[in-house]
């Protein structure tokens, strides 16, 4: 044990060479992994950066976020799971004047957190610590108790509120326990939502405002009037305002908004109206997302008024926009695992608060991932499902020619695209899996895949990029909005986009088996990504970030014509899994039988055939629907009946 002597207390640390010692051997017997001179040099870096941030904690030193870039499949995770488990022991065995150090982890899932906590009270051999989350609250004793406490990012991200808000109580219970402060916060991968957005769109705020009946309008005069001038303010700065031709402008600074107000009473009196009876319907399950869709307006609202505001217009849309950053700088010891974090630009915005800890050389080796790699102008969102029908097609042909019959297929695709990926039989491959973005990051369950398939890439608006740079840096004036410069970089939302798509990508990279250390080398079994890069400089720009990340790595042509002639592919049988697939991604309310037939191609016959199985409630199909909370109905009678699925809120 090292005992460190802070400002009125001796504080139990784990040595950094016990950690490695302790580590390797985990390493090798239990993951049967070798564990290289580099290897060990990296951990003795994560050990001496844990213990550097408890110590400055101890002392009420200002909180500096500490990073650290363990290179996936380095052990960063489960090194916190053996530190942790390493420091509980100790705790466990101080007397005296020394006082025991509390941990608390935080992951970007709720199963996530599950697994980590499981693994530490494994490692430890009795429970030392527990989660906290929504499926599983831990009571004050618990955590009073406890000497780690595990939480999802969206917990943390929500600290910044809860800190000045009524649930400040519970915060103070997590981050304090019977030896004091939790003097160390690790961080497994970068926060998903460091920065909140707030938008409210021009027509949408119309459209809510009409919704407010007379005698709510008499009962909160004072809110609904603030609505109407922020509405008022939008429509001047949107018709107005010489500068918005660029596509953004400042509005107003923190403090400078046309009107102040507590939103609150009105979103919880707004939240009972009957929108559906409004519209003409008479459907609980509407009513409730009509009622969710509004309070989100009025609670963005609400945040626009309280921040600065900046105009936008996207195509047609105009909408006022705000952001802040919610992570809770001032909390003590933060040490983020982010295995990006050489490419993501939050940090340096950052500047001063965050320290970027250097990763020994050596670690890893990617000369066995090849990336293939084909180009295109346009592989956004839009573009991916306009021309959804005509590329899958081409993608699966493409594919069944060159994977062979023993690969397992990860593909990433955009949300709305995910139902159009070939089935495992059209490829003529052993597995075939596929996610979404959104929902791929720290995920482990691909780790055996062999190829990885990234379809389609994540971009943001100008939108996205102002609000993260102000939230970092502060509002800037109306002259930052034509030219967006920072320090050496041109155009910084141009380089927030790259850089965040390059770390999506080198995230979603991470999810098959390049992820896995087989020799002392660092290197992983053979590898096979292939992807559809932007042309220009886009495209070489965050090529160059993946080289960066993963050196080693071996980039090779994919002659592949994303746009080329149609081709038909076969598809196998009625679309089952696709079906699920497709509801599962679709926002809550109805979808029509009509759509669904268009969307899968379905024949006369084919759609019959899937309506008797939709009316089947124990037939596996709608079994799987059920549990995305997807029901089959119908409406009307004789030739006018129209059948849907009905997605719940």
Excluded at 19 to 37: G, I, L, N
Excluded at 426 to 449: C, M, R
Excluded at 522 to 530: H, I, K, L, M
Aim: with cysteine; glycine share 6%.
């Amino acid at each position: 044990m090292t005992a460190y002597i802070g400002l009125h207390r001796q504080y139990a640390l784990v040595p950094p060479q016990t950690f490695v010692d302790r580590f390797t051997q985990h390493w090798t017997k239990v993951f049967d992994m070798p564990a290289s001179e580099p290897l060990r040099k990296l951990w003795r870096t994560m050990a001496n950066t844990y213990q550097q941030s408890i110590i400055a904690a101890s002392q009420d030193q200002p909180s500096r976020w500490r990073v650290l870039q363990p290179p996936t499949g380095s052990g960063k995770t489960m090194g916190a799971v053996v530190y942790s488990g390493i420091q509980a022991e100790l705790n466990a065995s101080v007397s005296g004047d020394v006082t025991p150090v509390g941990i608390m982890i935080v992951t970007r899932l709720k199963s996530q957190a599950d697994e980590v906590v499981s693994d530490i009270n494994a490692y430890v051999g009795r429970q030392v610590a527990l989660a906290d989350h929504t499926d599983h609250r831990a009571t004050p004793e618990q955590l009073h108790d406890s000497d780690i406490v595990v939480i999802t990012h969206e917990a943390y991200t929500r600290a910044k509120k809860t800190l000045s808000g009524v649930k400040a109580e519970r915060w103070k219970r997590l981050t304090h326990w019977r030896g004091g402060r939790r003097l160390l916060t690790i961080v497994d991968e970068a926060l998903a939502n460091v920065v909140e957005h707030s938008q409210v769109k021009l027509d949408e705020l119309s459209v809510l405002i009409g919704h407010i009946p007379n005698e709510m309008r008499l009962a909160h005069e004072h809110e609904v009037e603030a609505l109407e001038i922020l509405r008022e303010s939008m429509l001047f700065n949107a018709g107005v305002n010489d500068g918005f031709e660029m596509g953004t402008a400042l509005a107003w600074e923190a403090g400078g908004a046309p009107v102040a107000a507590d939103l609150t009473a009105l979103r919880t009196a707004m939240l009972k109206l009957p929108y559906d009876k409004q519209i003409g319907k008479d459907d609980e399950r509407e009513r409730q997302r009509l009622a969710m869709r509004y309070d989100k307006v009025l609670g963005a609202a609400e945040a626009l008024l309280d921040q600065y505001a900046f105009m936008a217009l996207s195509g047609n849309q105009h909408s006022m926009n705000s952001a802040a950053l919610t992570v809770p700088l001032e909390l003590p010891g933060p040490v983020v695992l982010d295995a990006t974090a050489g490419v993501d630009l939050m940090y340096q915005l950052m500047e001063d608060r965050a320290d970027i800890i250097p990763t020994p050389p050596g670690v890893r080796d990617y000369s066995n991932v090849a990336l293939h790699v084909a180009r295109t102008a346009s592989i956004g969102k839009g573009k991916m499902e306009e021309l959804a029908d005509k590329r899958f097609p081409q993608l699966q042909a493409d594919l069944a020619e060159r994977l062979s019959p023993e690969r397992r297929v990860l593909f990433c695709v955009h949300k709305h695209v995910e139902h159009l990926v070939p089935e495992k039989a059209e490829l003529g491959v052993q597995e075939a899996a596929s996610v979404h973005w959104g929902a791929i990051d720290g995920s482990n369950a691909y780790k055996d895949f062999d190829t990885a398939v990234i379809f389609g890439l994540p971009f943001r608006d100008r939108i996205w990029g102002t609000n993260v740079f102000f939230a970092f840096q502060g509002v800037q004036d109306d002259n930052w909005h034509e030219n967006p410069s920072w320090k050496k970089y041109p155009d910084v939302r141009e380089l927030l986009q790259r850089r965040h798509l390059a770390t999506s990508i080198i995230q979603a990279m991470g999810r098959v088996r390049l992820r896995k250390v087989i020799d002392e080398h660092g290197r992983c079994a053979p590898t096979d990504v292939y992807i559809v890069l932007p042309t220009g400089v886009r495209g070489t720009e965050i090529l160059q970030y993946i080289r960066q990340e993963l050196p080693g790595i071996s980039v090779q042509d994919w002659p592949f014509q994303l746009d080329g002639p149609k081709v038909r592919v076969k598809r196998s049988g009625l679309p089952h899994e696709r079906l699920v697939t497709f509801m599962a991604n679709r926002s809550p309310g109805r979808t029509y039988m009509n759509l669904i037939s268009r969307q899968f191609s379905l024949k006369p016959h084919q759609r019959k055939d899937i309506q008797k199985v939709l009316r089947d409630e124990n037939h596996p199909t709608t079994l799987a629907l059920k549990a995305h909370g997807v029901t089959y109905g119908s409406e009307g009678k004789g030739k006018g009946a129209k059948s849907f699925l009905l997605k719940a809120a």
